[in-house]
């Protein structure tokens, strides 16, 4: 067997026997039961604030306890009879509403032992405006149906158009299956990258400056070596995602009945949303994912022990972290930014942003393939650079840190092409 696909093969089946394999395949799904966990429990003991509401206009008070979903204590209507059921703790607050006979404008004033929640103070605002747009309506005469047809919000539709042989055609685009598709990718790539850079680091630095490695470098190359580690932890990121997508499929067939997933589907039908999943969003996934894993080989291959390869990936945990930000922060709600149109041209961040404004329709085909194009360059000079850097390193046991790891790393890699001329 080929002595690349060895190592591989060694690399992949070291990882996956692992505990640590294990746990990463659980992680997503204990985080997403401890959040539904907190989620009931919090709903269980935070009980609703009991309140008074006082008011100078006995209809609006009646219209709001009907409106509340406050536990009100209602034998409690007057400012003063508030004030001691509070200091007693037998509420938590008090609303007091009035009402101006001359304007008809409402308003409202809540006095609490704590402040209100931003869903409460929501709450709270739009009860009163209800009521308010409903005297006003009434003090001009204006029917029900008519103050209906006011509020109703004017309707806006978008299209996204090209020109094909001076023709302006729409593309068939739906938005909201290429939206969940960068969204999906970006996350996924966000916490593949970030569980698997430090176990990438730790497999490249855990035989470097050791008997070990320099009889490993007697049979084979440091280049084959290199490129078989990589290979072998992009075998267990596959194996994972495998593991992924046969619960997310097993977990639709069980599900796909349910109202939720039928009201979802009738949005976006499941063929759009796994093209918003396929094609250029999943090539954007892989080669981030490599390009990436590469980067997280490299900075490991700059230590000398195991145990600081999780210091070593810190760049690589920026540069996720920044490009996530960006995405997250640009990506929905101005696809159209600066940061936007040039990260997307940049390696390490075009796998986050780029998939985004092909969601929004603001990129042509030429601009995606130049992207991609970029990256895949980049990748392929990284990988080669890294090799050639893990060759300088392989024997070298220095307690300096990375940076002057990487310098030194620099001088070797110059003399040994000068030497390379010279014969």
């Known amino acids: 067997m080929n002595k690349f696909w060895v190592v591989a093969l060694e690399t992949y089946k070291r990882n996956v026997k692992s505990v640590s394999f294990v746990i990463m395949i659980l992680a997503p799904f204990l985080?997403?039961?401890f959040?539904?966990?907190?989620?009931?429990?919090?709903?269980k003991f935070n009980d609703t604030s009991d309140i008074a509401v006082i008011s100078n206009n006995t209809e609006i008070r009646q219209t709001y306890l009907k409106e509340t979903h406050?536990?009100?204590?209602?034998?409690?209507?007057?400012?003063?009879?508030?004030?001691?059921?509070?200091?007693?703790?037998?509420?938590?607050?008090?609303?007091?509403?009035?009402?101006?006979?001359?304007t008809d404008k409402i308003a409202g004033d809540y006095i609490g032992s704590t402040s209100l929640g931003t869903s409460d103070e929501l709450e709270i605002t739009q009860a009163l405006t209800t009521m308010q747009l409903a005297k006003i309506s009434k003090s001009i005469n204006l029917a029900s149906s008519d103050l209906k047809r006011l509020n109703e919000p004017a309707k806006l539709q978008t299209k996204t158009v090209e020109f094909k042989k001076g023709k302006m055609e729409e593309k068939g685009l739906n938005r909201i299956a290429l939206s969940a598709g960068s969204v999906?990718?970006?996350?996924?790539?966000y916490m593949i990258i970030l569980m698997y850079a430090q176990v990438t680091a730790t497999e490249v630095a855990s035989e470097k400056g050791t008997r070990m490695m320099e009889i490993i470098l007697s049979s084979t190359s440091a280049a084959k070596h290199f490129y078989g580690k990589i290979m072998g932890i992009f075998l267990v990121i596959l194996t994972q995602v495998l593991v992924y997508f046969v619960l997310g499929v097993g977990g639709f067939m069980l599900a796909k009945d349910m109202s939720v997933i039928q009201d979802f589907l009738k949005t976006v039908s499941l063929k759009e949303l796994l093209g918003g999943l396929l094609g250029y969003n999943l090539i954007y996934l892989l080669l981030g994912v490599v390009i990436y894993t590469i980067l997280s080989a490299l900075c490991g291959s700059l230590v000398s022990k195991a145990e600081d390869a999780g210091k070593s990936v810190s760049p690589v945990t920026y540069l996720t972290i920044f490009g996530f930000m960006i995405s997250t922060m640009f990506g929905m709600s101005n696809p159209q930014h600066l940061i936007m149109k040039v990260t997307s041209y940049i390696p390490f961040f075009s796998s986050f942003t780029m998939p985004a404004r092909i969601a929004s329709g603001t990129v042509?085909?030429?601009?995606?393939?130049i992207s991609l194009l970029i990256l895949i360059v980049s990748t392929l000079v990284l990988l080669k650079f890294s090799a050639n850097m893990y060759r300088s390193t392989a024997l070298m046991y220095s307690d300096e840190n990375m940076w002057k790891v990487l310098k030194r790393?620099?001088?070797?890699?110059?003399?040994?092409?000068?030497?390379?001329?010279?014969?």
């Not at 790393?409 to 014969?423: P, V």
């Open 31 to 33: 985080m997403i039961g």
């Open 35 to 43: 959040s539904l966990l907190i989620g009931l429990v919090s709903a």
């Open 70 to 102: 406050f536990k009100v204590k209602e034998e409690v209507q007057s400012i003063k009879a508030a004030q001691v059921a509070m200091k007693d703790k037998e509420i938590d607050g008090y609303l007091v509403i009035e009402f101006d006979d001359k």
């Open 184 to 189: 999906f990718i970006g996350l996924a790539m």
């Open 364 to 369: 042509e085909s030429r601009g995606i393939i």
């Open 409 to 423: 790393s620099f001088t070797s890699m110059k003399r040994e092409n000068i030497q390379r001329k010279k014969r």
